[in-house]
């Protein structure tokens, strides 16, 4: 039998997110269910016509929402506050714009601070350490030190007494952490051997694998 939610996708840094997310969200409401397609990307499974019909963009991941009308949602940030606006019925994950206004903007912007900086600088250094077919030297460490000076903007927040990015106090754990720490956590890929020169974020990534739901999710997909 079909379950509420299907997420196509696969275990990249931007696919961790919405499964981490979803195994999150499981934790706390057990009704919760989805099923799973998972893409080949090394196919390029995602440029076929029947995906680009669901994410013109052709990337993973992509949810598809069957208990409203197959409504699918794509971009990692966008699917993210969509489950936690319809399936985080207490706001465990986030804050509801109306009545934690200012919790609710910080969560939009570390989110876009990951999605316009981490993610994409972080996507480069992987792939000029990785993939390029050419080595460019100039590209590795502007890639490279970007991705570091990111890093640091990250650790400023964490060192101001928090745990976590978003919330009062030392924070909550929140669709801010898992966006942004979904890339983080993959650092050794692009040359970045360790955390040490940031402890506050290392101590965050490790409290996020250390969580069940979190580290439940960072396999889903795998065929």
């Known amino acids: ?19 981490a997310f979803l195994e999150e969200l499981k934790s706390v409401y057990p009704s919760i269910e989805y099923d799973v397609e998972s893409i080949n990307i090394s196919k390029n499974t995602q440029k076929e016509p029947w995906f680009i019909k669901l994410n013109p963009n052709g990337r993973i991941p992509v949810l598809v929402d069957r208990s409203r009308n197959n409504f ?74 970007e991705t570091k000076r990111l890093y640091g903007v990250l650790e400023i927040r964490l060192s101001q007494d928090r745990d976590w990015l978003v919330g009062p106090g030392r924070g909550v754990f929140s669709i801010a952490d898992i966006n942004a720490i979904s890339w983080v956590r993959v650092h050794v890929y692009g040359g970045i051997e360790s955390l040490d020169e940031w402890p506050n974020v290392k101590k965050w990534v490790e409290a996020a694998h250390a969580r069940p739901g979190f580290s439940a999710g960072l396999d889903v997909g795998r065929s």
């Open 1 to 19: 039998m079909s379950k509420p939610l299907v997420l196509y996708t696969f275990p990249t840094p931007n696919g961790v997110k919405v499964s």
């Open 72 to 145: 699918p949602v794509f971009e990692t940030g966008a699917i993210l506050l969509y489950l936690q606006q319809h399936y985080d019925k207490e706001n465990k994950f986030g804050w509801d714009p109306k009545v934690d206004p200012e919790e609710y903007s910080q969560t939009l912007q570390w989110i876009f601070f990951a999605n316009s900086g981490v993610g994409p600088m972080q996507g480069q250094l992987n792939h000029f350490m990785k993939a390029a077919p050419v080595d460019i030297p100039y590209a590795k460490q502007r890639y490279y030190d």
